[in-house]
């Protein structure tokens, strides 16, 4: 599927639940990345990570937290302190950060509070 | 901050017209202009790029132009199809960890 599998696809969280989205590439990319797309915007960066252990935190990085333990795999928590959680989530990952190269995006969750 | 604006949010046109996307970035350290097609309900993918010691390529029916002093890049598509219709998003990069995205256009190709 692209090489990034992304799951679950549809997802419904109650308040004050925290939930975990996840994010596992096959392509041997160093860089991976986690964006929320809303309706009628662009895509706004929440984290990204560069070499295993090691995450940054995006433009909107509040409520949300990842880790990255291995290379393949960097899982993002949407905690009950992000107040409007629903939305669209896409992980992408590239060949090498720092050198300008495209996206391999997941097929992306879509989280909805109930 | 840095931005990207994008323009139009909402582009019609006729089956077998050509269609024509815009965006302006305000980093000027920017050197790689990628654009991504997402159809819906699907994930964004890449279909053409661009770097900044380059002012145009093409692949096939789309194309993209960069004018670096004016800071602007362009996606065009001709001849379209049903199947181009989809949500247009460009980016700007510094070769870094960020990539801006602008807000999408909408195109629809009316058969």
């Known amino acids: 599927d692209g090489g990034i599998t992304q799951s679950p696809k549809y997802l419904f969280r109650k308040e004050g639940q925290n939930v975990t989205l996840s994010c596992e590439q096959n392509?041997?990319?160093?860089?991976m990345y986690w964006y929320r797309q809303d309706p009628g915007q662009g895509l706004r960066l929440i984290y990204y990570?560069?070499?295993?252990?090691?995450?940054q935190k995006g433009d909107i990085a509040e409520g949300y937290s990842v880790s990255r333990e291995k290379k393949e795999s960097f899982p993002l928590t949407v905690t009950s302190a992000q107040k409007n959680p629903t939305a669209f989530y896409l992980c992408?990952?590239?060949?090498?950060?720092?050198?300008?190269?495209?996206?391999?995006f997941g097929s992306g969750t879509r989280l909805t509070v109930v | 901050g840095e931005n990207v604006e994008q323009h139009p949010s909402t582009l019609s046109v006729q089956e077998g017209d050509s269609a024509v996307i815009k965006c302006t970035y305000s980093?000027?350290?920017?050197?790689?202009f990628p654009w991504y097609k997402q159809e819906l309900g699907k994930r964004p993918q890449l279909i053409i790029d661009?770097?900044?010691?380059?002012g145009e390529k093409k692949d096939q029916r789309i194309a993209v132009t960069l004018n670096k002093t004016a800071k602007h890049f362009s996606l065009h598509i001709t001849e379209t199809q049903p199947e181009d219709s989809a949500v247009y998003f460009c980016?700007?990069?510094?070769?870094?960890?960020?990539?801006?995205f602008g807000a999408g256009t909408r195109l629809f190709v009316k058969a």
């Open positions: 392509l041997n990319h160093d860089a």
């Open positions: 990570s560069q070499i295993v252990n090691d995450f």
């Open positions: 980016a700007a990069s510094t070769g870094g960890f960020k990539t801006i």
């Open positions: 980093d000027s350290a920017s050197n790689y």
């Open positions: 661009i770097r900044s010691n380059v």
């Open positions: 992408a990952s590239s060949i090498a950060p720092g050198q300008g190269y495209g996206y391999t």
